[in-house]
């Protein structure tokens, strides 16, 4: 008998860093998740800092994801998709993201590039890179529908 692979969009895992990034994930998620049964699970990971202090509390970062979460909620609010949340905490934000993906059983992560230089991502570690050398769940980097929609 042969195995039926889920359409790559059935059960995504749509990580957000913040607000700007919750919206621009939203907007280009959106025209992919329009057939019914279709499940987001907008997932932000708080990042532990691996002894050394953080710059913000625990309570503080988890309020800032209720925030987030409730930007992409607005992003899917018309459609009648499924919507889970799921917040993590690890020291390694795109493994965290790939362990989170394959326990929720996602059919793709699917986000959006984030902003900055090759230095930044450098020095901060960049996480799409993590992501394409870690998973085994399908990776899905969608534009930015607000810089295709510029023409920028």
Do not use: C
Not at 59 to 69: G, K, P, V
Request: proline share 5%.
């Amino acid at each position: 008998m042969a195995d039926v692979t889920p359409p790559l969009f059935s059960r995504v895992v749509a990580p957000v860093a913040n607000t700007d990034d919750a919206s621009a994930t939203a907007a280009a998620l959106r025209p992919h998740v329009t057939d019914a049964g279709a499940t987001v699970v907008a997932l932000h990971v708080i990042e532990k800092a691996s002894g050394a202090l953080d710059k913000a509390s625990v309570e503080q970062r988890e309020r800032e994801a209720e925030a987030l979460f409730e930007t992409v909620a607005g992003g899917f609010a018309d459609l009648g998709v499924d919507l889970e949340t799921e917040l993590q905490y690890g020291t390694d934000v795109a493994a965290t993201i790939v362990d989170a993906a394959m326990a929720l059983d996602a059919s793709a992560i699917v986000f959006t590039p984030r902003g900055g230089s090759r230095w930044e991502k450098l020095l901060s570690g960049d996480v799409t890179y993590g992501l394409l050398e870690e998973s085994s769940v399908p990776i899905v980097v969608l534009p930015d529908r607000a810089v295709d929609d510029s023409g920028t």
